[in-house]
């Protein structure tokens, strides 16, 4: 079962940008997301993980996605220096910087936010392969 596909079918207009995103996982880092079950109130979460290391979290909703990046300290640093767009730069501006690192949660709502997200990923790890 293609567990990306699924989840599009109910994304309406973010439907491309979810399909984006997702592919460029898939050619950048080759790996398929895992399933978290919905808890609670919270609805299901697709989690790309390389290493052990948590890359990414996708949170899809009726009509919308958001999704979850967390960022250590010399990551972030770094995100401040990248060109980024509005939404990811106010995202990143005012999201708290916790011990474990600074979580941002991004409502993906462009094509520029989908850049910034990979934009974002390839700091917390290097893409296997050239996209």
């Known amino acids: ?22 592919a460029a996982m ?16 919270s609805g299901p979460e697709l989690k790309y993980r390389k290493a052990g290391c948590t890359l ?3 949170l899809p909703r009726e009509d919308n996605f958001t999704a979850l990046v967390v960022l250590g300290g010399a990551e972030t640093k770094h995100a401040f220096e990248l060109d980024l767009g509005r939404g990811v730069r106010r995202v990143l501006e ?7 690192g600074r979580w941002l949660f991004v409502p993906v709502k462009s094509k520029r936010d989908v850049r910034d997200l990979v934009s974002l ?3 917390k790890r ?4 050239v996209a």
């Open 26 to 41: 898939n050619e950048r880092y080759g790996i398929e997301p895992t399933l978290v079950p919905a808890r609670g109130k």
């Open 56 to 58: 990414l979290t996708l």
């Open 121 to 123: 990923i390839a700091l």
């Open 94 to 100: 005012e999201a708290t910087q916790y011990h474990d």
């Open 1 to 22: 079962m293609d567990t990306t596909r699924t989840f599009a079918a109910g994304l309406g207009r973010a439907e491309p940008l979810w399909s984006g995103l997702t």
């Open 126 to 129: 290097r893409p296997d392969r």
